[in-house]
């Protein structure tokens, strides 16, 4: 009987404690600080900040018309203009286009479907999507099959479809945008489907078997390749991340010791992240020096006033006549958005809104029905002609539909949307950070879970007034954070109208309270106006995140018509070879500032421009134009003898089309 008993305890004893670490096990899994959104898992180094699910942040204001001009033009009539992305792409079941066009454009028209919640776009996106989940062989090889027959030529190169591992990274980037937006059952079984393919098969069929572009850009398998082991653990992604970066172009070193593996722009504006993202792994300082020094070189040796650097296709020193790729900055952006995630340094996101402000809304059209290939910072007249850039496309100054080369056509869709992605992060420690500035509402978990939704209301970046709404349905302990832009000499932080805090640029302030429905910051950022000397020490002028450029008119000419859309130049309406006569002491002193009162609902044209700077200026008589550029630069400080002083416009970058953004500054007599 006192066995029976005994034995009896002894069960009742490890039934309390399985019930007990069961429990506490489960508690851990739901521990208050526990993430309410996808951070890395060890061995894996903490990320700073972590995604918010698409949907979660809402465009408005300008913004938003922005991503609604986007869907009412190309990016969302695209397979209509353009034949190679319409229903007969191989990547929609169709016998064309088998390489990076269809994967390039669902990269972008993912995000912007969802974030639109347009229903049009939405169906369109969804037949790629369900054509390619369903491609899928049970080796885990998806997508058109090998053609050998399907040929493009790619700047002299044929591309023939043998299986090539580089569009398959664009549309892993694409189906990540897919599940965040959808959270369908269908995506992680495929890419973890399609990865243990790639584990088997690369040690035979390396990065670079097929195309060098795999090799030179493997950093975007490598990304999605984290991205999936984040959500499923599964330690094979960590050796098959090993064999990719083995694999690729060695970015790291090459940044560190100023010796590319390549200079094509566009591999260059993938690969920056590169050394961050396997950092993730390596746990290596080494690559994240590789990451600043490769930043802080590229800006040095190629960096224009706009904030991303020449690559016409090729690396192309700091001239501003020298062209930068439409590729390169929307890829460029992106990268910058994976450091900023990765690694919490801000000036990332200072140079990412720099790129997304100036240089990308300076390229398209307004009505979103055209695109630049190449854009110049000193940039005076727009024909089809050759031009002093690497690669010699006569029309890659010209907007339309295929100037130049189609991948911009395909790719340029994935800046905005990206951009507004990031405008707010989650936190590791389950709050929130507002990264970027533009009118928004954000609607995410915070503390232990509690939805709460934020409304920004800005003119940003035009003014430097931030106001952010909390909405809560009860009162909830969080922290939130904002960040100060490094331009900023000192923001002054107010809640519920009390003074909170001052604090300089280049960091984030942190508010841990209570927050309660209605609570309100008041966030102040003076712009002062700042000059920086660029190539030949001529200058650039800058207020907030904004570079400004002369206003220069021009007449817009139909040169011919590709697909039934037509190509365009421009011809400036008045004379552009200006020198600015600048204060020497205080060289911002030495302009005007006009803000319009209300900012237009589309700022990104001449027209509409919100800002306007005045300063005095003369012309130089011996700066004309040159093999159809603005001709050399004169080296600064410039005499000029018998030109009269004038007062000449400077608008924001983005506004312009025909510009000069580099100006030679005159000398006193």
């Not at 100060?484 to 280049?506: E, F, L």
Request: glycine share 8%; charged share 20%.
């Amino acid at each position: 009987m006192k066995k029976i008993f005994s034995d009896f305890h002894r069960i009742l004893y490890c039934l309390v404690l399985f019930l007990f670490f069961g429990y506490a096990a489960h508690a851990q899994e739901l521990k208050p600080d526990s993430h309410n959104y996808v951070f890395n898992r060890q061995p894996l180094a903490m990320n700073a900040y972590a995604e918010l699910p698409i949907g979660s942040i809402q465009a408005q204001g300008w913004l938003k018309v922005q991503l609604q001009k986007m869907a009412e033009g190309m990016a969302g009539k695209l397979g209509k203009l353009y034949p190679d992305v319409g229903p007969n792409n191989a990547w929609r079941g169709g016998n064309g286009d088998s390489w990076e066009r269809g994967p390039y454009y669902l990269d972008g028209l993912v995000p912007l479907a969802y974030i639109l919640k347009d229903d049009s776009l939405i169906r369109v996106t969804k037949k790629w999507i369900n054509w390619i989940i369903n491609s899928q062989q049970s080796n885990g090889y998806f997508g058109p099959k090998p053609n050998p027959g399907a040929r493009d030529t790619v700047r002299g190169i044929q591309i023939t479809n043998k299986g090539d591992w580089w569009p398959r990274m664009l549309v892993m980037k694409a189906m990540e945008s897919y599940y965040s937006a959808t959270r369908d059952p269908r995506v992680i079984p495929f890419m973890t489907k399609y990865f243990e393919y790639q584990l088997k098969t690369l040690p035979e069929k390396p990065m670079g078997y097929w195309t060098w572009w795999a090799k030179a850009r493997g950093g975007e398998n490598l990304q999605s390749v984290y991205w999936l082991y984040n959500r499923t653990g599964n330690p094979d992604l960590l050796r098959l991340a090993r064999i990719i970066h083995v694999q690729s172009m060695d970015w790291a070193d090459g940044f560190l010791s100023e010796n590319l593996p390549s200079t094509h722009g566009v591999n260059v504006a993938m690969a920056i992240k590169y050394p961050a993202l396997y950092f993730q792994q390596s746990k290596q300082p080494r690559d994240l020096e590789a990451v600043n020094k490769g930043w802080s070189d590229l800006m040095k040796y190629d960096g224009v006033v706009q904030g991303v650097f020449t690559s016409d296709e090729m690396l192309h020193g700091k001239n501003p006549t020298n062209g930068t790729e439409l590729c390169t900055v929307v890829e460029t952006m992106y990268s910058l958005e994976n450091i900023i995630r990765i690694t919490g340094d801000l000036k990332y996101a200072d140079a990412l809104e720099r790129v997304a402000f100036n240089a990308l809304p300076a390229q398209v059209t307004a009505a979103y029905s055209g695109r630049q290939y190449f854009q110049q910072a000193n940039q005076v007249l727009i024909k089809q002609a050759r031009m002093n850039f690497s690669t010699a496309y006569q029309n890659a100054v010209c907007f339309g539909l295929l100037t130049g080369y189609p991948c911009c056509t395909v790719n340029m869709h994935q800046g905005w949307p990206k951009f507004t992605r990031n405008l707010w992060m989650a936190t590791p420690d389950n709050g929130l950070i507002a990264m970027l500035y533009s009118t928004n509402s954000v609607t995410a978990k915070v503390a232990d879970g509690q939805s709460v939704t934020i409304d920004e209301s800005t003119d940003y970046p035009f003014r430097g007034s931030v106001d952010l709404v909390v909405h809560t349905p009860k009162k909830t302990l969080f922290p939130l954070y904002l960040r100060i832009p490094g331009w900023a000499d000192q923001a002054t932080i107010r809640i519920n109208g009390r003074m909170y805090s001052t604090a300089k640029g280049g960091k984030s302030v942190g508010i841990r309270r209570l927050w309660s429905d209605g609570d309100r910051i008041e966030m102040q950022l003076p712009m002062k106006i700042r000059t920086d000397r660029w190539y030949e020490n001529s200058v650039g002028v800058e207020r907030g995140p904004l570079v400004f450029a002369l206003k220069l008119p021009g007449k817009w000419q139909k040169i011919g018509e590709v697909h039934t859309v037509p190509v365009w130049g421009v011809k400036p309406d008045r004379p552009w070879n200006y020198g600015l006569i600048l204060n020497g002491r205080d060289p911002g002193s030495s302009f005007s500032v006009k803000i319009a009162r209300h900012i237009p609902t589309y700022p990104w044209t001449l027209k509409n421009a919100p800002v306007t700077l005045k300063v005095d200026a003369k012309q130089i008589p011996n700066w004309t134009l040159y093999d159809n550029y603005a001709g050399p630069l004169p080296y600064s400080p410039v005499q000029v003898f018998g030109e009269k002083t004038e007062q000449v416009e400077l608008v924001p970058y983005g506004s312009t089309t025909l510009r000069i953004s580099e100006f030679p500054e005159i000398t006193h007599n």
